[in-house]
Protein backbone atom coordinates (compact mmCIF):
# COMPACT_ATOMS: atom_id res chain seq x y z
CA UNK A 1 0.00 0.00 0.00
CA UNK A 2 1.95 3.02 -1.53
CA UNK A 3 1.53 6.54 -0.32
CA UNK A 4 -1.64 8.56 -1.55
CA UNK A 5 -0.71 11.06 -4.54
CA UNK A 6 -1.10 13.99 -1.58
CA UNK A 7 2.01 12.81 0.24
CA UNK A 8 -0.04 11.27 2.91
CA UNK A 9 -0.91 7.06 3.83
CA UNK A 10 -4.11 5.64 3.12
CA UNK A 11 -6.61 5.03 6.09
CA UNK A 12 -7.03 1.74 7.17
CA UNK A 13 -7.52 -0.41 10.29
CA UNK A 14 -4.46 -1.03 12.26
CA UNK A 15 -5.19 -5.22 11.95
CA UNK A 16 -4.87 -4.88 7.95
CA UNK A 17 -1.24 -3.74 8.67
CA UNK A 18 1.29 -6.25 8.82
CA UNK A 19 4.59 -5.50 10.86
CA UNK A 20 6.57 -5.48 7.82
CA UNK A 21 4.49 -2.86 6.79
CA UNK A 22 4.34 -0.91 9.52
CA UNK A 23 8.27 -1.07 9.39
CA UNK A 24 8.18 0.16 5.54
CA UNK A 25 5.55 3.35 6.37
CA UNK A 26 8.07 4.53 9.42
CA UNK A 27 11.06 4.60 6.69
CA UNK A 28 8.97 5.99 4.18
CA UNK A 29 7.62 8.76 6.17
CA UNK A 30 11.33 9.52 7.47
CA UNK A 31 12.34 9.82 4.14
CA UNK A 32 9.32 12.04 2.72
CA UNK A 33 10.07 14.74 5.21
CA UNK A 34 13.88 15.02 4.96
CA UNK A 35 14.48 13.97 8.30
CA UNK A 36 18.08 14.96 9.67
CA UNK A 37 20.60 13.42 10.77
CA UNK A 38 19.89 13.72 14.23
CA UNK A 39 17.18 11.76 13.95
CA UNK A 40 18.67 8.65 11.73
CA UNK A 41 18.41 6.65 14.92
CA UNK A 42 14.71 6.57 14.31
CA UNK A 43 15.14 4.92 10.99
CA UNK A 44 17.95 2.70 12.18
CA UNK A 45 15.20 1.63 14.57
CA UNK A 46 12.43 1.16 12.02
CA UNK A 47 14.93 -0.87 9.85
CA UNK A 48 16.15 -2.95 12.45
CA UNK A 49 12.68 -3.79 13.44
CA UNK A 50 12.13 -4.98 9.60
CA UNK A 51 14.93 -6.71 9.84
CA UNK A 52 14.60 -8.54 13.08
CA UNK A 53 11.00 -8.56 14.15
CA UNK A 54 8.93 -9.56 10.39
CA UNK A 55 8.78 -12.50 8.02
CA UNK A 56 11.63 -11.53 5.14
CA UNK A 57 10.31 -15.04 2.92
CA UNK A 58 8.15 -17.67 2.77
CA UNK A 59 9.12 -20.69 1.35
CA UNK A 60 6.43 -22.83 -0.38
CA UNK A 61 5.87 -26.17 -1.66
CA UNK A 62 3.55 -27.29 -4.19
CA UNK A 63 2.88 -29.48 -7.45
CA UNK A 64 4.39 -29.21 -10.77
CA UNK A 65 0.99 -29.70 -11.86
CA UNK A 66 -2.43 -27.34 -11.94
CA UNK A 67 -4.16 -30.06 -10.61
CA UNK A 68 -7.52 -31.02 -12.21
CA UNK A 69 -9.99 -27.92 -10.88
CA UNK A 70 -9.19 -24.09 -11.92
CA UNK A 71 -9.65 -22.91 -8.06
CA UNK A 72 -6.24 -24.55 -7.01
CA UNK A 73 -4.36 -22.49 -9.37
CA UNK A 74 -6.83 -19.48 -8.64
CA UNK A 75 -5.50 -19.66 -4.92
CA UNK A 76 -2.02 -20.40 -5.63
CA UNK A 77 -2.42 -17.10 -7.54
CA UNK A 78 -3.27 -14.70 -4.63
CA UNK A 79 -1.33 -16.00 -2.55
CA UNK A 80 1.32 -15.19 -4.89
CA UNK A 81 0.10 -11.83 -5.85
CA UNK A 82 0.03 -11.69 -1.92
CA UNK A 83 2.95 -12.14 -1.07
CA UNK A 84 4.77 -9.89 -3.83
CA UNK A 85 2.06 -6.96 -2.16
CA UNK A 86 3.21 -7.65 1.05
CA UNK A 87 7.34 -7.37 0.06
CA UNK A 88 7.34 -11.05 1.10
CA UNK A 89 10.40 -12.96 -0.91
CA UNK A 90 9.51 -16.37 -2.25
CA UNK A 91 11.41 -19.48 -2.12
CA UNK A 92 10.12 -22.25 -4.04
CA UNK A 93 11.29 -24.78 -6.60
CA UNK A 94 12.82 -23.18 -9.31
CA UNK A 95 9.95 -24.58 -11.60
CA UNK A 96 7.89 -22.80 -14.27
CA UNK A 97 5.27 -25.42 -14.87
CA UNK A 98 2.18 -26.17 -13.01
CA UNK A 99 1.55 -25.19 -9.53
CA UNK A 100 5.11 -23.79 -8.87
CA UNK A 101 5.07 -21.62 -12.37
CA UNK A 102 2.05 -19.66 -11.54
CA UNK A 103 2.70 -19.01 -8.23
CA UNK A 104 6.27 -17.31 -9.27
CA UNK A 105 4.94 -15.50 -11.92
CA UNK A 106 2.49 -14.20 -9.57
CA UNK A 107 4.84 -13.03 -7.18
CA UNK A 108 6.83 -11.26 -10.14
CA UNK A 109 3.79 -9.80 -11.55
CA UNK A 110 3.46 -7.89 -8.22
CA UNK A 111 6.90 -6.54 -7.90
CA UNK A 112 8.10 -9.55 -5.25
CA UNK A 113 11.60 -11.02 -5.24
CA UNK A 114 11.37 -15.01 -6.18
CA UNK A 115 14.09 -17.17 -5.26
CA UNK A 116 13.87 -20.62 -7.06
CA UNK A 117 16.08 -23.84 -6.36
CA UNK A 118 16.32 -26.83 -8.24
CA UNK A 119 18.41 -29.90 -8.69
CA UNK A 120 20.47 -30.62 -12.07
CA UNK A 121 18.38 -33.56 -12.43
CA UNK A 122 15.63 -31.82 -12.41
CA UNK A 123 16.30 -28.53 -14.80
CA UNK A 124 14.79 -30.38 -17.66
CA UNK A 125 11.93 -32.24 -16.27
CA UNK A 126 9.80 -29.38 -13.77
CA UNK A 127 11.29 -26.90 -16.63
CA UNK A 128 13.19 -24.17 -14.65
CA UNK A 129 12.15 -20.52 -14.13
CA UNK A 130 14.51 -18.48 -15.70
CA UNK A 131 13.25 -15.42 -15.00
CA UNK A 132 13.05 -15.40 -11.37
CA UNK A 133 15.44 -13.22 -9.26
CA UNK A 134 17.72 -15.65 -8.24
CA UNK A 135 18.39 -19.26 -9.29
CA UNK A 136 20.29 -21.78 -7.38
CA UNK A 137 20.83 -25.54 -8.81
CA UNK A 138 22.17 -27.72 -6.44
CA UNK A 139 23.75 -31.16 -6.62
CA UNK A 140 20.06 -33.34 -5.30
CA UNK A 141 16.75 -33.00 -3.49
CA UNK A 142 18.29 -32.95 -0.38
CA UNK A 143 20.54 -29.97 -1.03
CA UNK A 144 17.91 -28.46 -2.47
CA UNK A 145 15.15 -28.60 0.47
CA UNK A 146 18.03 -27.70 2.93
CA UNK A 147 18.72 -24.64 1.06
CA UNK A 148 14.85 -23.77 1.04
CA UNK A 149 14.76 -24.36 4.32
CA UNK A 150 17.76 -21.81 5.22
CA UNK A 151 16.66 -18.99 3.23
CA UNK A 152 12.94 -18.94 4.74
CA UNK A 153 11.21 -17.55 7.69
CA UNK A 154 8.04 -19.81 7.18
CA UNK A 155 6.74 -22.88 5.36
CA UNK A 156 3.61 -23.01 3.70
CA UNK A 157 2.28 -26.31 1.42
CA UNK A 158 -0.38 -25.27 -1.46
CA UNK A 159 -2.07 -27.92 -3.12
CA UNK A 160 0.20 -30.58 -4.42
CA UNK A 161 1.35 -34.38 -4.97
CA UNK A 162 4.01 -36.83 -2.82
CA UNK A 163 6.73 -34.09 -3.01
CA UNK A 164 4.83 -31.51 -1.80
CA UNK A 165 4.01 -33.62 1.38
CA UNK A 166 7.47 -35.36 2.28
CA UNK A 167 8.93 -31.78 2.10
CA UNK A 168 6.08 -30.36 4.79
CA UNK A 169 6.53 -33.41 6.72
CA UNK A 170 10.16 -33.00 6.82
CA UNK A 171 9.78 -29.54 8.03
CA UNK A 172 7.15 -30.34 10.37
CA UNK A 173 9.36 -33.24 11.69
CA UNK A 174 12.52 -30.75 12.10
CA UNK A 175 10.22 -28.44 14.05
CA UNK A 176 8.79 -31.61 16.45
CA UNK A 177 12.68 -31.85 16.91
CA UNK A 178 13.57 -28.84 17.77
CA UNK A 179 15.80 -28.02 14.73
CA UNK A 180 14.05 -24.98 13.99
CA UNK A 181 11.42 -22.82 15.43
CA UNK A 182 9.94 -21.69 12.02
CA UNK A 183 6.56 -21.97 11.53
CA UNK A 184 4.46 -24.84 8.98
CA UNK A 185 0.98 -23.78 7.32
CA UNK A 186 -0.89 -25.22 4.58
CA UNK A 187 -3.46 -23.29 2.21
CA UNK A 188 -6.30 -25.48 2.74
CA UNK A 189 -7.80 -24.75 -0.66
CA UNK A 190 -11.36 -26.68 -1.27
CA UNK A 191 -10.66 -28.57 1.65
CA UNK A 192 -7.78 -30.18 -0.11
CA UNK A 193 -6.25 -30.61 3.29
CA UNK A 194 -9.06 -31.38 5.61
CA UNK A 195 -8.32 -35.23 5.24
CA UNK A 196 -4.77 -34.60 6.13
CA UNK A 197 -5.98 -32.80 9.10
CA UNK A 198 -8.02 -35.63 10.29
CA UNK A 199 -5.40 -38.17 9.86
CA UNK A 200 -3.28 -36.18 11.66
CA UNK A 201 -5.63 -35.97 14.91
CA UNK A 202 -6.50 -39.56 14.55
CA UNK A 203 -2.42 -40.02 15.20
CA UNK A 204 -2.77 -37.34 18.26
CA UNK A 205 -5.63 -40.11 19.28
CA UNK A 206 -3.50 -43.39 18.43
CA UNK A 207 -0.98 -41.89 20.81
CA UNK A 208 1.75 -41.50 17.90
CA UNK A 209 2.08 -37.90 17.70
CA UNK A 210 1.74 -34.96 20.31
CA UNK A 211 -0.92 -32.80 20.73
CA UNK A 212 2.07 -29.87 20.54
CA UNK A 213 3.26 -31.37 17.76
CA UNK A 214 0.26 -31.45 16.00
CA UNK A 215 -0.43 -27.60 16.16
CA UNK A 216 3.01 -27.30 14.43
CA UNK A 217 0.62 -26.91 11.38
CA UNK A 218 -1.43 -24.28 10.88
CA UNK A 219 -4.49 -24.38 8.68
CA UNK A 220 -6.20 -21.84 6.91
CA UNK A 221 -8.37 -21.76 4.04
CA UNK A 222 -7.34 -18.11 3.22
CA UNK A 223 -4.18 -16.45 2.05
CA UNK A 224 -4.07 -13.18 3.91
CA UNK A 225 -5.13 -14.93 7.52
CA UNK A 226 -2.70 -17.77 6.43
CA UNK A 227 0.01 -15.27 6.62
CA UNK A 228 -1.20 -13.34 9.46
CA UNK A 229 -0.97 -16.40 11.57
CA UNK A 230 1.79 -17.27 10.61
CA UNK A 231 3.29 -14.09 11.00
CA UNK A 232 2.08 -13.79 14.94
CA UNK A 233 3.85 -17.04 15.32
CA UNK A 234 7.52 -16.35 13.66
CA UNK A 235 7.33 -13.25 15.90
CA UNK A 236 6.25 -15.23 19.36
CA UNK A 237 9.18 -17.74 18.24
CA UNK A 238 11.81 -14.82 18.32
Known amino acids: MPL ?22 TCLLLASVQWTV ?16 CMERIC ?4 SKRGNEPVYAEATRELGLLLGEQGLGLVYGGASVGLMGVL ?16 RFLQDKEVAHHGVTQLH ?3 GMHARKALMADLADAFIALPGGLGTLEELFEMLTWGQLDMH ?10 DYYTP ?6 RMVDAGFVR ?9 DDSPEMLLRRLEDLYRRSL
Open 60 to 63: VYCG
Open 137 to 139: VVD
Open 4 to 25: LRDGTLPCVAAEQVTCRQAARY
Open 196 to 201: LARFLD
Open 181 to 190: TKPCGALNVD
Open 104 to 119: ADAVLEAGGEVIGVIP
Open 38 to 53: CHCDLRTAAEGFLDEG
Open 211 to 219: AEHRRLLTL
